[in-house]
Every structure is written in structure tokens, then in C-alpha cells.
């Protein structure tokens, strides 16, 4: 079969919940009402198309954030990846988000792989204010990134630069790979955790 990127090919991503944020918009209702918590995975619905096939392949990809570091402990980890990892500017600090990923066709035959990569994640306040990649010289270990098969699974770290005093930040995947063409919103996931006290109790 030719290179996915030789086909006019259509990716979609829905979210298992239907979450349709033009009408929470107009609800007026906060992203941190709907976003995904820390510890639960997102099941989504990804659905590659050509003219080549003859219809549509659909897959399932859970997504889920198994760790937040921040502040110090995220900057330690940032400067042991690579001498060519820059301090934070004033008022903001590292966030390092490990993600796992998983891939798997819903039927057989299946032809598609599935690229990750970071870029695919962006970090935004509550209110949708966009943050700046951290753009790290050197990644931390392991980085999410791979190409997915059938029944594959990621899991790796992902560098965002978050102002000091938003406590409620969260996580935006795309469903974006090269240059497939896509449709669909995006998937949300908290970057903190909700109750941090209950985790230390005895």
C-alpha cells in the first residue's frame, strides 16, 4: 500500500462523549467543567478514510494523563535531559505531563499506523489563553512520540511553560498527523490534580 500521505485521506477525531465546544461556548459553560482528569482515560473514535479502501477504518485511542510535575521538581528533571535546557522566565515554570497512549483497530482488515508526536499537545488556561511551547533542547525521557500500530501503546513525557499562578491549566491533543487531513474538536485534559490532600492520606 502507498504512504498514508500519498492518499487524499480524511482523519477524525470524536470525542466518546460528544463534546461539541462550540455549544459549551455559547453555554457559557468553563472547560474545566468537561476536561479529562488526571488518572482517567479519554476514549476517542479515530476514523482514516480514502478512495483507496473503499470506506472508512475505524480505531480507538485512549489517551490518558498518568502524572503531573511542576514547579521545581519539573525543572530538575528538565536540566538533568540536557545542558541545553534553559531556566524558566520570570513568572512562569515547567509542567511535564506523562501521557499514555494507546491504538487499536476496531476491525479487521485495518491499513492505518498512527504518528504521535509532541506537537500534538498544547497547554491553555481554563479561559482558552493559549501558553507557549517549551521548546526544550533536549526532551525529557522518554518523550511521547512513536508511530502506532494496531494494539501499540506510548507512554512518555510532554514540556509545557505555565504561568506560576494558574492553578487550573489544562492539556489540548489534535488529532493532527503530517499532512492527513482532519475534521473534529479537540480532546481536554486537566493538568492538576483535583484533590491532591486525599492522596496523602495514610
Known sequence: MPPLK???????????????????????????SYAQAV?????????????????????????TVAEIVRGEKAWQKVRAAGAGNMPQASGLEYLL????????????????????APA?????????APYASADLAAPVKPELRGVLHSGGSVEGWVAFLIPRGDHTPLMVFREDVG????????????????????????
Open 179 to 202: 499532512s492527513v487531513i482532519h475534521q473534529g474538536d479537540a480532546s481536554i485534559f486537566k493538568l492538576y490534580d483535583e484533590n491532591p490532600a486525599a492522596k496523602t492520606k495514610p
Open 6 to 32: 500519498a492518499h487524499a485521506a480524511l482523519l477524525i477525531l470524536t470525542l466518546a462523549l460528544a463534546l461539541d465546544s462550540a455549544v459549551y461556548a455559547q453555554k457559557g459553560r468553563p472547560a474545566t
Open 39 to 63: 488518572g482517567l482515560p479519554l476514549q476517542v473514535i479515530v476514523v482514516f478514510g480514502d478512495q483507496y479502501n473503499g470506506g472508512d477504518e475505524l480505531y480507538d485511542a485512549k489517551i
Open 97 to 116: 505531563a506523562r501521557v499514555r497512549f494507546e491504538f487499536s483497530a476496531r476491525a479487521q482488515p485495518h491499513h492505518y499506523d498512527y504518528t504521535l
Open 120 to 128: 500534538q499537545f498544547s497547554a491553555m488556561s481554563a479561559a482558552a
